[in-house]
């Protein structure tokens, strides 16, 4: 009997062995997935790994972050059990690596993913922790990004954006000067670095209500300028410049006059949604007109912008989006309506051949003259004279 016990002992402790390796979920670096905590995207020495659609951070780096002292009596390890044991004021984190209970105070907790060791460092689901720490967390999906905040400095933030958002919905007229300023970088080989620089000003002026925009463009890139000239007129484009001496139209069938300013031209890009009230801070202005919002809050909007400059087709792919980026949006204290947007970015490599370039730049935004007195109106020698794009050829369609 007691040699019977044993083995089928043995036989329990291997096949939950088994079973816990089986349903472990396999364990993948993630170095593109970017840690935002009050607004500032870290860096850290250990990259951030993903187990079953979870992300899990090195230990003491992600905790001294979330403001843990990072000292033996606020981070204990105890190597026998593999125990983390977490104080943070007056709460109590307990942990075990390979384990999915875990205690919160008095309160005990099952995890979608146990801590784990990898590469000789423990990882924390990061989620969890920073939620028992008292932290809003939000996942971005188009940025892999995990943004952790305040829950005091998230609700003031989705108020302001809220209230941003209402008020730019009732933005009528306004004039735009967008700017972008990229420098691009990379080594086709270890002698051979290659830069290219790129700016562009778009100046523009729209009339939502008479469904008429008019948009001049200046582009300086690979050692050409390039000026372009545009009207919109409800779901038809004319325009001017580059490859047409003369004015050319064209009627839009997938996009009317409210996409293209929409879309096209950001001024939908305030948002109360979960990312940007995450991801952005309320921070102290000189100037009491103002309400400034700064961090880590991608939009994708204001970069589209910047590749509309460049003759490039808008993504949100993730794989797209820099590594390193921030965003100032500053609005009108009273009204709520966006007044500017900046958003800088930092994409660095280690300049080895064959790796992606570095980008660095910035791309922006500002309004002014708010449903002012002024007209937008297509000339008539424009609607006039303007060739219709089907008459151009091969010229117009490549």
Request: proline content about 3%; hydrophobic content about 40%.
């Amino acid at each position: 009997m007691k040699k019977f016990l044993t083995i089928m002992t043995t036989c329990l402790i291997a096949g939950g062995v088994a079973v816990t390796s089986f349903a472990a979920g396999k364990i993948t670096e993630s170095p593109d997935i970017k840690i935002a905590i009050d607004g500032k995207i870290g860096r850290y020495t250990d990259v951030p790994i993903m187990q079953d659609g979870r992300t899990l951070l090195p230990l003491r780096a992600v905790l001294e972050k979330l403001g843990v002292q990072n000292d033996d009596s606020h981070i204990i390890w105890e190597p026998q059990e593999k125990s983390i044991t977490i104080n943070k004021d007056s709460k109590k984190i307990f942990l075990q690596v390979g384990n999915k209970k875990a205690q919160v105070d008095e309160s005990s907790f099952e995890l979608d993913v146990p801590p784990v060791i990898y590469k000789s460092r423990t990882y924390i689901p990061a989620r969890f922790v920073a939620e028992s720490l008292g932290k809003k967390v939000v996942w971005d999906g188009k940025t892999k990004s995990v943004l952790i905040k305040e829950p005091a400095s998230f609700n003031e933030v989705k108020e302001i954006l809220a209230k941003s958002e209402a008020a730019m919905k009732n933005v009528n007229k306004a004039k735009m000067n967008i700017k972008m300023d990229v420098k691009e970088s990379a080594k086709e080989s270890a002698s051979t670095p290659i830069s290219v620089s790129m700016s562009g000003d778009m100046k523009i002026e729209m009339d939502k209500t008479s469904k008429v925009a008019h948009m001049l463009m200046d582009m300086k890139a690979l050692g050409m300028s390039i000026t372009m000239e545009y009207y919109y007129d409800k779901d038809t484009q004319y325009m001017k410049g580059f490859l047409f001496e003369n004015w050319v139209k064209t009627k839009s069938e997938k996009e009317n006059f409210d996409t293209v300013i929409n879309k096209e031209l950001g001024m939908n890009m305030i948002a109360a949604d979960d990312v940007g009230s995450a991801g952005l801070v309320k921070i102290e202005s000189d100037n009491p007109d103002e309400i400034v919002l700064q961090g880590a809050a991608f939009f994708g909007s204001l970069s589209n912008l910047g590749s509309s400059l460049m003759g490039e087709e808008s993504t949100t792919d993730s794989d797209e989006i820099p590594a390193n980026y921030s965003v100032k949006v500053i609005l009108d204290s009273k009204t709520y309506i966006m007044k500017s947007c900046i958003m800088e970015i930092d994409e660095s490599n280690d300049g080895s051949a064959g790796d992606e370039p570095e980008a660095n730049g910035s791309f922006s935004i500002t309004l002014s003259d708010i449903n002012g007195d002024f007209t937008v109106k297509i000339p008539d020698e424009v609607i006039k004279n303007a060739k219709d794009a089907s008459e151009m050829g091969n010229i117009f369609n490549n």
